[in-house]
């Protein structure tokens, strides 16, 4: 089984057409060593750089630079990379072979791929993950998974805050950096993504059909039947042999009719007549019963009005009455007589009348209860006379048609017929324009039910491919979790493992039971802990990066690039000791692991048991020969 990867085989930094810097890399542990100052984090920015990461905060040296450029091992075969030393959106330019290659070939062979995916040319991200076999993943928040959102978790710089897991950048989300940790753990969010965006897709289109197959429904007859095809082509089928039979009755009229015509002729006459002077009836009967009920609705409108009204003003009548009885009168409010001493607040203030303060707040209480009875009751008997109204409209819209029709039928069977013959033949042609129009409205009926049928069909397939994608998407969602319990374990038993290893500096690392890892919240637990001593942060941020490229060589299923860049190893104050220890740990462990794996790191205090060609890259640095020959 192949696995993901890449590596820096040579980095070369240019300046007005000559080298700068120019060091070959290897697989394994890389180690630029040399003083603080001497330009280390410069070329850890510039592998940054090269590799897809935005970046524009350069030191004044590398900014006067032209361009970086990189030769590449990948799983998919060797690119050169070139990219000019400007902003972070600075495109880069690609040629598919190694560095000997590309400068035999000037600018020929090199395609130039924005840092971002744009809509009409696919980005770096995208060539360098195909190279690498890593899927080419999108987060949740629908934002491309680019190789800056993937080198912020490979890359430990002095810049972001120790307990800080991911690279700072300003505009981060929680989304993006569950999405890069899932991706590097060997989760399928690429295809997560895409079933979710599917779903959402076809949900709109299945509404869309819905919508349209409700709407087609709505205009159809109320026989049910009428919606189906088959059912409107019988039908369509006896209206013709219909047609048939009355054409042929029209024609052999005079073989068809017999003496006994005329007699049925004048009963049929006197019959409809009957019908239509009975429609005229029950059609005046219901006018004016509509109108009673009409009369009704607004008396009981203005009543139901009246009642809301008195209930309204009920609660202010009360309080009137509390503030006047405690007006403490003293003169008549007729004749302005002096009033006697009151008998006490259980009396009238003016004629001395005992009362009965309960008594009263009782009364208005039973009035409140009998105007909301009287109003509940009026509400239900305007809603039945509304509802009687709306029945007594639909009962007279039918007699008002249904009398129509047959005054038509009538008018033209005894009014313009003089004959028997003439009756049975105007009948006859009737119906042939009723079947004409019937059939004209079957056929319209009948595009219909086919447009129904398709958008039920369409609606099924819709419906099968959204529950395919849902059963699949809870399988990969089960699969993930399992997946990424199984990641995070090895990675946090790597780590745990890394911190034992520590210098007797932090109690906690000795006996430490787990180390959490949550990308969303950017953090690691150790313990449930998360703050400890600075140079103890660094130190827990850079086992959990190291553990999350052990593990990958230890599993194929990771899609990590088995790729790690530290320039932080002594930062915040860490003493030598623990710095060269740690050194020691990378060291060891890149020799246990069983893919190939590239660590690169930089140190100002070089553990001088390294110090073998096979690890060390370049010359010890100083003031005096520092990273970049600028001169």
Same mark, same amino acid.
């Given at each position: 089984?192949?696995?993901?990867?890449?590596?820096?085989?040579?980095?070369?930094?240019?300046? !007005?057409?000559?080298?700068?810097?120019?060091?070959?890399?290897? +697989?394994?542990?890389?180690?630029?060593?040399?003083?603080?100052?001497? *330009?280390?984090?410069?070329?850890?920015?510039?592998?940054?750089?090269?590799?897809?990461?935005?970046?524009?905060?350069?030191?004044?040296?590398?900014?006067?630079?032209?361009?970086?450029?990189?030769?590449?091992?990948?799983?998919?075969?060797?690119?050169?990379?070139?990219?000019?030393?400007?902003?972070?959106?600075?495109?880069?330019?690609?040629?598919?072979?190694?560095?000997?290659?590309?400068?035999?070939?000037?600018?020929?062979?090199?395609?130039?791929?924005?840092?971002?995916?744009?809509?009409?040319?696919?980005?770096?991200?995208?060539?360098?993950?195909?190279?690498?076999g890593i899927p080419e993943a999108q987060s949740q928040g629908?934002?491309?998974?680019?190789?800056?959102?993937?080198?912020?978790?490979?890359?430990?710089?002095?810049?972001?805050?120790?307990?800080?897991?991911?690279?700072?950048?300003?505009?981060?989300?929680?989304?993006?950096?569950?999405?890069?940790?899932?991706?590097?753990? *060997?989760?399928?969010?690429?295809?997560?993504?895409?079933?979710?965006?599917? $779903?959402?897709k076809l949900d709109k289109q299945f509404d869309e059909k819905?919508?349209?197959?409700?709407?087609? $429904?709505?205009?159809?007859?109320?026989?049910?039947?009428?919606?189906?095809?088959?059912?409107?082509?019988?039908?369509?089928?006896?209206?013709?042999?219909?047609?048939?039979?009355?054409?042929?009755?029209?024609?052999?009229?005079?073989?068809?009719? #017999?003496?006994?015509?005329?007699?049925?002729?004048?009963?049929?006459? !006197?019959?409809?007549?009957?019908?239509?002077?009975?429609?005229?009836?029950?059609?005046?009967?219901?006018?004016?019963?509509?109108?009673?009920?009409?009369?009704?609705?607004?008396?009981?409108?203005?009543?139901?009005?009246?009642?809301?009204?008195?209930?309204?003003?009920?609660?202010?009548?009360?309080?009137?009455?509390?503030?006047?009885?405690?007006?403490?009168?003293?003169?008549?409010?007729?004749?302005?007589?002096?009033?006697?001493?009151?008998?006490?607040?259980?009396?009238?203030?003016?004629?001395?009348?005992?009362?009965?303060?309960?008594?009263?707040?009782?009364?208005?209480?039973?009035?409140?209860?009998?105007?909301?009875?009287?109003?509940?009751?009026?509400?239900?008997?305007?809603?039945?006379?509304?509802?009687?109204?709306?029945?007594?409209?639909?009962?007279?819209?039918?007699?008002?048609?249904?009398?129509?029709?047959?005054?038509?039928?009538?008018?033209?069977?005894?009014?313009?017929?003089?004959?028997?013959?003439?009756?049975?033949?105007?009948?006859?042609?009737?119906?042939?324009?009723?079947?004409?129009?019937?059939?004209?409205?079957?056929?319209?009926?009948?595009?219909?039910? $086919?447009?129904?049928?398709?958008?039920?069909?369409?609606?099924?397939?819709?419906?099968?491919?959204?529950?395919?994608?849902? #059963?699949?998407?809870? +399988?990969?969602?089960?699969?993930? *979790?399992?997946?990424?319990?199984?990641?995070?374990?090895?990675?946090?038993?790597?780590?745990?493992?890394?911190?034992?290893?520590?210098?007797?500096?932090?109690?906690?690392?000795?006996?430490?039971?787990?180390? +959490?890892?949550?990308?969303?919240?950017?953090?690691?637990?150790? #313990?449930?802990?998360?703050?400890?001593?600075?140079?103890?942060?660094?130190?827990? !941020?850079?086992?959990?990066?190291?553990?999350?490229?052990?593990?990958?060589?230890? #599993?194929?299923?990771?899609?990590?690039?088995?790729?790690?860049?530290?320039?932080?190893?002594?930062?915040?104050?860490?003493?030598?000791?623990?710095?060269?220890?740690?050194?020691?740990?990378?060291?060891?462990?890149?020799?246990?692991?069983?893919?190939?794996?590239?660590?690169?790191?930089?140190?100002?205090?070089?553990?001088?048991?390294?110090?073998?060609?096979?690890?060390?890259?370049?010359?010890?640095?100083?003031?005096?020969?520092?990273?970049?020959?600028?001169?």
């Amino acid at each position: 089984m192949s696995y993901s990867h890449f590596h820096i085989r040579r980095l070369r930094v240019l300046l !007005k057409g000559a080298s700068v810097y120019d060091q070959s890399f290897h +697989a394994g542990v890389n180690i630029i060593r040399g003083e603080n100052g001497s *330009g280390k984090s410069t070329i850890a920015d510039f592998i940054f750089y090269i590799l897809g990461g935005e970046f524009d905060n350069w030191k004044t040296v590398a900014a006067n630079c032209d361009e970086v450029q990189a030769e590449v091992a990948t799983q998919g075969g060797v690119l050169t990379l070139r990219r000019e030393i400007d902003r972070a959106q600075t495109p880069m330019h690609v040629f598919f072979g190694p560095m000997v290659d590309a400068e035999q070939h000037g600018l020929d062979g090199w395609e130039t791929y924005p840092i971002r995916r744009s809509e009409s040319r696919e980005s770096f991200s995208q060539v360098l993950f195909r190279a690498s076999g890593i899927p080419e993943a999108q987060s949740q928040g629908a934002a491309n998974i680019t190789m800056n959102q993937l080198m912020r978790l490979l890359y430990s710089d002095q810049r972001t805050p120790a307990a800080f897991l991911f690279r700072f950048e300003p505009f981060d989300t929680r989304e993006i950096r569950e999405a890069v940790g899932d991706l590097v753990c *060997g989760l399928s969010v690429y295809e997560l993504y895409e079933i979710e965006l599917n $779903l959402r897709k076809l949900d709109k289109q299945f509404d869309e059909k819905n919508r349209q197959y409700t709407a087609l $429904l709505s205009v159809l007859p109320p026989d049910e039947a009428l919606s189906r095809v088959e059912t409107i082509d019988s039908r369509v089928v006896n209206m013709i042999a219909e047609y048939d039979r009355l054409a042929t009755e029209i024609d052999n009229v005079d073989e068809l009719l #017999d003496s006994g015509r005329a007699q049925e002729f004048i009963a049929g006459q !006197k019959k409809a007549a009957d019908e239509l002077r009975n429609y005229r009836k029950q059609i005046a009967l219901n006018e004016q019963n509509l109108h009673i009920n009409e009369l009704e609705v607004a008396d009981l409108t203005n009543f139901l009005e009246y009642l809301e009204d008195l209930a309204e003003k009920l609660p202010r009548a009360q309080t009137s009455s509390d503030i006047v009885g405690n007006i403490d009168f003293t003169h008549c409010p007729a004749c302005l007589a002096p009033l006697s001493d009151s008998l006490g607040p259980e009396h009238c203030v003016l004629c001395g009348t005992k009362t009965d303060p309960e008594h009263e707040r009782s009364r208005y209480l039973q009035i409140k209860m009998d105007l909301d009875i009287q109003i509940r009751e009026s509400r239900q008997l305007l809603e039945e006379k509304k509802r009687s109204s709306a029945n007594m409209e639909r009962e007279l819209r039918r007699l008002r048609l249904n009398y129509q029709a047959e005054l038509s039928e009538y008018t033209v069977r005894y009014e313009i017929s003089i004959s028997p013959r003439d009756s049975f033949v105007a009948e006859r042609y009737q119906r042939l324009g009723q079947i004409d129009r019937e059939l004209s409205e079957l056929t319209r009926l009948r595009e219909r039910a $086919l447009e129904i049928q398709s958008l039920s069909d369409e609606k099924a397939a819709l419906q099968e491919q959204i529950n395919s994608l849902k #059963d699949r998407q809870k +399988a990969l969602e089960v699969a993930s *979790g399992q997946r990424r319990r199984q990641a995070l374990t090895r990675v946090s038993e790597t780590a745990k493992a890394i911190l034992k290893q520590d210098l007797d500096r932090q109690d906690e690392f000795q006996n430490a039971q787990s180390v +959490a890892v949550n990308f969303g919240d950017n953090s690691v637990l150790v #313990d449930g802990e998360l703050n400890f001593a600075e140079s103890s942060n660094v130190i827990v !941020k850079n086992a959990v990066i190291l553990s999350l490229l052990l593990a990958a060589t230890q #599993d194929k299923k990771f899609y990590h690039p088995r790729f790690v860049l530290f320039d932080n190893i002594e930062d915040k104050g860490m003493e030598q000791n623990r710095s060269h220890n740690f050194q020691e740990i990378i060291l060891r462990a890149s020799e246990d692991a069983e893919l190939d794996h590239q660590i690169i790191f930089t140190t100002s205090m070089f553990n001088p048991s390294l110090d073998e060609d096979k690890y060390a890259i370049g010359p010890h640095y100083t003031h005096e020969n520092r990273t970049l020959s600028v001169g």
